[in-house]
């Protein structure tokens, strides 16, 4: 056994070392992040994309993209959690977060060429994001959380480009309303606002309500469809016959036992509508199913009743009544009900529930022509829902159209000059990362990126800190000014993240599978992919790109 080498891995086995095992990486990291650039800014392109039952959707929302794509890359997964991260901690930013780690781990490559060890890049790149949010924080500007005109700004430019532009002045003073309507004392709580969707209107013909919708019909014909003032049961049981745990067989002789069998039934339907009348109760929303007999019950005593509501919707009107759920009508009482007016509206064939004056909460009701519409608009109004509430919540902002992006990669280089060693190369390529913001955003503007790129490195060396691109005008200006305005909070998120997920891909210099690395599982699953070694299983998906 002198000079062999000892082989403890099974046959099955794959690994893959040092500089292959960082290129590995890196090209996956970079494929998912290809995938999305094309996507950013407000004349971004949508990718449509077709799941394995053949349902399609069509968005360009970056962490929507990487979720439905059918990815099968460890590496690649772990920057779809940076888009996920950055969707949970800011809302948006989601593609600028996957598309700058994409790019600083290009440029980590070729840092890597140069011979330069991973460890100094990875320390580089974390002195160059702490210092970029420090300068985040230094360039941003305090604002007044009451300010409604530039909340609307801050909401019409996470909106742009996600199909609600066209309606986006109407849309935004609605996003913003519903924010307020759920801040109390800077404190924002988005479980109060609940969307809706309805096909077949305009997406201009959204409205916000107070209170909840809820898209049913009531059980019976004969009752009431309205009720001012509603006495409201929210019950999470069946009113049915009760069925017994174990499976049962009732042998039946004679047409009296079957008499008797069906009159014990109805009287058990009774005793449930006379308990629900008892608690004074005028309306019924019930999470599960009601009895046909049952519903002839509850329509003689005039109580409206409805079934099989989302269990969504009854948590949302446990808060818009200010009541609690019954989960057992033999323990139901007047104190269960919570008070506040049902109204129907044939037109829409919904109905709309509001509550007393403690309740809070409301519903933006979005419309649209079809449902691939409503679906993206949905989309684009809870990125800016969440938006607003972080700008609300943390009362700062900064420039758009890439110049924070611009502002932040100057400062970087200066400060490049006082970091030592071949840090200071890491410092300076993850300065040139940032700028990979406005380059793309001109290219898909279909502007010419490296013009853009000096305007505006000329702008930011005259002071003007500022300066982006407005892509609508195709003009380096004050986008501030021009009403392209960010949450400073995502752009420092945005940061944080795209440097974690690049350092860890860059600290793996050993890659040990238990299968085959390349998934590429061949035949036409994998047509339009990668080579082996890259994404692999994102060949299914490789005509959406």
Request: charged share 30%.
């Amino acid at each position: 056994m002198q000079g062999q080498p000892m082989i403890v891995m099974s046959e099955d086995s794959q690994r893959v070392k040092d500089k292959d095992a960082q290129e590995h990486n890196i090209t996956a990291a970079r494929a998912v992040a290809d995938a999305v650039r094309s996507t950013l800014g407000p004349k971004g392109m949508d990718k449509m994309l077709v799941d394995s039952m053949g349902d399609v959707t069509i968005t360009n929302d970056g962490v929507t993209i990487l979720k439905e794509m059918d990815i099968d890359n460890p590496t690649a997964e772990m920057i779809i959690e940076v888009a996920e991260t950055q969707e949970d901690e800011a809302g948006d930013g989601t593609t600028t977060a996957v598309a700058v780690t994409g790019e600083l781990l290009k440029n980590a490559q070729n840092l890597l060429e140069q011979d330069i060890h991973p460890t100094a890049v990875i320390k580089g790149f974390h002195l160059a994001s702490e210092k970029a949010r420090e300068e985040v924080d230094n360039i941003a500007e305090n604002v007044d959380t009451d300010d409604e005109e530039l909340l609307r700004k801050v909401a019409e430019t996470s909106m742009t480009g996600k199909g609600a532009e066209l309606n986006k002045e109407a849309l935004s003073q609605i996003i913003v309303d519903a924010v307020q309507a759920v801040t109390i004392e800077d404190t924002v709580d988005l479980e109060f606002i609940n969307i809706e969707t309805q096909t077949g209107r305009s997406a201009g013909e959204s409205e916000l309500l107070e209170g909840a919708v809820i898209d049913k019909d009531p059980v019976h014909d004969n009752m009431p469809k309205s009720v001012e003032d509603a006495e409201v049961l929210l019950l999470n049981e069946a009113v049915e016959v009760e069925e017994t745990d174990v499976d049962t067989e009732i042998s039946i002789n004679d047409p009296d036992q079957l008499k008797n069998f069906l009159d014990r039934e109805e009287a058990q339907l009774k005793e449930k509508v006379e308990q629900i009348k008892e608690t004074g109760a005028n309306v019924v929303l019930c999470q599960k199913g009601i009895d046909d007999l049952a519903q002839h019950y509850l329509a003689k005593e005039g109580i409206l009743a409805v079934r099989r509501v989302k269990k969504s919707d009854i948590q949302f009107l446990r808060e818009v009544l200010g009541t609690d759920i019954v989960s057992d009508l033999d323990s139901a009482s007047e104190d269960d009900l919570g008070s506040g007016s049902i109204t129907r509206d044939d037109s829409d064939e919904l109905f709309y529930v509001s509550g007393g004056d403690d309740a809070h909460g409301v519903t933006l009701l979005l419309r649209g022509s079809t449902d691939h519409v409503v679906d993206e608009l949905e989309r684009g109004i809870t990125d800016a829902l969440d938006v607003v509430a972080q700008t609300v919540s943390d009362g700062r902002v900064v420039s758009g159209g890439g110049a924070i992006e611009v502002e932040l990669a100057s400062r970087l280089r200066d400060y490049s000059d006082s970091v030592e060693g071949r840090e200071q190369l890491a410092v300076e390529a993850f300065a040139d990362s940032l700028e990979l913001v406005p380059r793309v955003l001109a290219e898909n503007a279909g502007l010419d990126s490296i013009d853009t790129l000096v305007d505006l490195r000329a702008a930011h060396e005259d002071g003007e800190k500022r300066a982006g691109l407005n892509v609508f005008s195709s003009d380096v200006e004050d986008t501030f000014e021009a009403g392209i305005v960010e949450p400073a909070h995502a752009k420092e998120q945005a940061l944080s993240s795209a440097t974690e997920a690049a350092n860890l891909v860059l600290k793996i210099d050993d890659i040990i599978s238990a299968g085959d690395l390349s998934t590429d599982k061949g035949g036409d699953e994998g047509a339009g992919g990668p080579p082996a070694g890259g994404m692999g299983g994102m060949g299914g998906m490789g005509g959406a790109m």
